[in-house]
């Protein structure tokens, strides 16, 4: 895996994936930016969201429950002082689906969390990561 980063200005920069993929990243105007992107510590949550929830959806679809979504709502903590590191997490997800079996959907995130999210390894490795979850199930009318 791959990946490029381009400083632009000031504080600003492109990232560029392996895949072909870019996004732009920028500072507040109080550090130097213009505010035109995430900060890369957001992206990191980002990251850790989005590794999460494909784990879930896979994991549930594969289990053949009948979702149409998942969001994950992420709250983070950071130290104080430097290197401000990500000192707790709160991970919660909310999955939406049709008949959605509540143990099916916890255990999805059990997985995702203990045994496939890397990033969810990674950064559990320096913060204190929880979970919680909430099913909507929505009728098939």
């Known amino acids: 895996m791959k990946t490029r980063i381009k400083w632009v200005q000031d504080v600003m920069f492109i990232g560029e994936t392996g895949t072909g993929h870019a996004v732009v990243m920028d500072g507040a105007p109080d550090s130097g930016g213009r505010n035109l992107g995430p900060r890369p ?50 991970m919660h997800y909310i999955v939406t689906g049709t008949n959605l079996d509540k143990s099916k959907v916890e255990r999805a995130i059990k997985l995702s969390t203990e045994k496939y999210c890397s990033a969810s390894a990674m950064l559990g490795a320096m913060a204190t990561i929880t979970h919680d979850f909430e099913v909507r199930v929505v009728s098939n009318t």
């Open 41 to 90: 510590m957001e992206m990191l949550l980002v990251g850790l969201g989005g590794c999460s929830a494909f784990d879930v959806v896979m994991i549930l679809k594969r289990g053949r429950e009948k979702i149409i979504d998942c969001v994950v709502e992420i709250d983070a903590e950071r130290a104080d002082s430097d290197p401000k590191v990500f000192t707790q997490i709160k």
